[in-house]
């Protein structure tokens, strides 16, 4: 069955910590995205890559940047992590086509302190 | 301007009763598409239902229909016959064509709780 792994269900780091939420994807699949969930906003895409070493920016990239060194990995980076990035992060990955529904990781539920 | 709108923040249903989640959204576009998730909270996201605005007929997934009304830019989900493990998080999004990037936009959630 298709998986996608996010390294951790949860995280609390000290501000100004530099952070690393890990997603792996057994699909081969040429997207992946991270999203960030808040209560009341849905969800918000920070990034996503729709191949190695390619990133573009979603709707709220500041603050964080990405890795994709690999096709199954995609790394989000909060290089000095702050309480206003506590939130739910979820990773996602999805194939070609129109239709092709995407597949989500567990969550991570960050907490900045 | 909001893309998906979902005007219901929470409902409360009784088990066993039928259940409808409302979501309108709004494109200029000709061809995208429309996607259902369920979040329970455990926090994984599950895909339940997919409509396409070429198709014809409304989608169904087993106790999931997809009620679509595409004059009134509406898709609305339905749950026939809810039981309690239908409380969850349910998030309405739309596939753009123009995205060549497959981006879902997103509706900000109804939280479901059903009644024993």
């Known amino acids: 069955d298709v998986k996608v792994t996010q390294s951790s269900r949860y995280l609390v780091k000290r501000t100004g910590e530099k952070v690393f939420l890990e997603c792996v994807q057994d699909?081969?699949?040429?997207?992946m995205f991270w999203y960030r969930q808040d209560p009341g906003l849905g969800l918000r895409l920070i990034y996503f890559?729709?191949?190695?070493?390619?990133?573009e920016k979603g709707d709220i990239p500041e603050g964080y940047s990405v890795s994709r060194e690999k096709k199954e990995r995609f790394s989000l980076i909060l290089e000095s992590a702050s309480t206003n990035q506590t939130s739910m992060y979820l990773c996602?990955?999805?194939?070609?086509?129109?239709?092709?529904?995407?597949?989500f990781g567990q969550g991570t539920r960050l907490t900045v302190v | 301007a909001q893309k998906i709108t979902q005007t219901q923040p929470g409902m409360f249903v009784q088990e066993k009763e039928a259940v409808t989640l409302d979501c309108t959204y709004d494109?200029?576009?000709?061809?995208?598409?429309l996607f259902w998730y369920k979040q329970p909270s455990s926090g994984e996201m599950i895909f339940l239902i997919y409509?396409?605005?070429?198709d014809e007929q409304n989608a169904t997934e087993g106790r999931y229909s997809l009620n679509f009304q595409k004059a009134r830019k509406s898709a609305n989900l339905v749950i026939s016959a809810s039981q309690l493990g239908d409380s969850a998080m349910y998030f309405c999004?739309?596939?753009?064509?123009?995205?060549?990037?497959?981006?879902?936009?997103w509706g900000a959630g109804t939280k479901l709780i059903i009644k024993p």
């Open positions: 996602a990955s999805q194939g070609g086509g129109q239709t092709v529904k995407a597949f």
């Open positions: 699909m081969d699949h040429e997207n």
């Open positions: 890559s729709y191949d190695v070493k390619m990133k």
């Open positions: 494109t200029s576009d000709q061809s995208y598409g």
């Open positions: 409509q396409g605005s070429y």
């Open positions: 999004a739309m596939r753009e064509t123009m995205d060549s990037n497959y981006q879902l936009i």
